[in-house]
């Protein structure tokens, strides 16, 4: 941690410790405090260690919970709309790829893990609310074959539910959300590795990057859904 001085950049480096192999972090009030914590996803550990904020600045020795096996990205949102922020964890290597939900407990901590099966080999997940119902759902990119992603929609209670797969026609690694047209929605951007860099291989790309707008998950051109009809995915969405 490197903190911002009175006078203008970074001060000296601060380390904490996190769990086997670190590859992910979110800041976040975890304990509803009113001070930012982390909570980090610990690859090789299949831990997630949160570090809460403490009154005098700095942060206390970390608490690790259990996920699934090869974490790789996390996010954090209050799925069950308790008032507490709840942790999903995508893991790499849980048959073949799930998430882990963790949910924030009354007397502090997490609790109540529950997995849910996702796409192969989960790379990136996102939360936020696509269907504006209110409640936040989340999407799942994968990596090496990664032509698709997965968005579940959050159910009354804090389960995931509703699933509906989309495929690219393009490995799509890198995932982010805005409402990129304005409409009062939430829109779905998938990046296209390499972006306007050749690679060589059997996937060589030469084009610009893409910016692929899903209005509302309607209107991405060369995306499908994969198990159900286009109308029952934005039912689902709906
Ligand atoms: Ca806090
Ligand atoms: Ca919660
Ligand atoms: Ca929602
Ligand atoms: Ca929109």
Request: a negative charge; glycine letters at 16%; one cysteine or more.
């Amino acid at each position: 941690m490197l903190y911002g001085q009175s006078g203008g950049g970074l001060g000296d480096r601060t380390d904490y410790s996190a769990g086997f192999a670190p590859v992910a972090i979110i800041v976040g009030d975890l304990d509803g405090d009113g001070r930012l914590d982390l909570a980090v996803a610990n690859h090789d550990g299949n831990t997630v260690s949160v570090l809460y904020g403490q009154p005098e600045g700095g942060f206390g020795g970390r608490t690790d919970y259990d996920v699934g096996v090869w974490p790789m990205d996390i996010t954090a949102a209050d799925f069950d709309d308790d008032g507490r922020l709840d942790l999903a964890v995508i893991n790499n290597e849980s048959n073949w790829g799930d998430i882990s939900v963790l949910y924030g407990q009354p007397e502090g901590g997490f609790g109540g893990r529950t997995d849910y099966g996702t796409i192969y080999c989960p790379s990136q997940i996102v939360a936020a609310d696509f269907n504006g119902d209110g409640r936040p759902d989340v999407v799942v990119s994968n990596a090496e074959t990664g032509k698709e992603v997965c968005v579940f929609f959050g159910q009354p209670g804090g389960a995931l539910g509703g699933r509906a797969d989309y495929s690219l026609s393009y490995e799509g690694t890198g995932i982010a959300t805005a409402d990129f047209n304005a409409d009062g929605r939430l829109d779905l951007t998938v990046r296209r590795p390499c972006g306007g860099l050749a690679r060589r291989g059997e996937n060589v790309y030469t084009d610009p990057m893409l910016l692929d707008v899903a209005g509302a998950l309607e209107a991405l051109p060369d995306l499908s859904v994969s198990g159900q009809s286009r109308a029952d995915a934005r039912q689902t969405a709906r």
